[in-house]
């Protein structure tokens, strides 16, 4: 397999629609907690906003490093 055959291989897996569905998956998640770190006024609502919105970033970037490592 030459070098431009690999690159549009590469380019296939990394546009599947599985990968941006949990990039939005991620992102909306992450919406969640911005709304509920700034719409309530509690310590423990605020520390549940921050474990949501800690969840959702970390959901993005794994839809992120799937999208970088597909070869």
Known sequence: MNQSEQREQSMKSANETSIYKLLLV???????????RFAFDSAALSIASWVVLFIGSWVCCKAVFKMLNAK
């Open 26 to 36: 991620g992102i909306v998640i992450s919406m969640i907690g911005v709304y509920a």
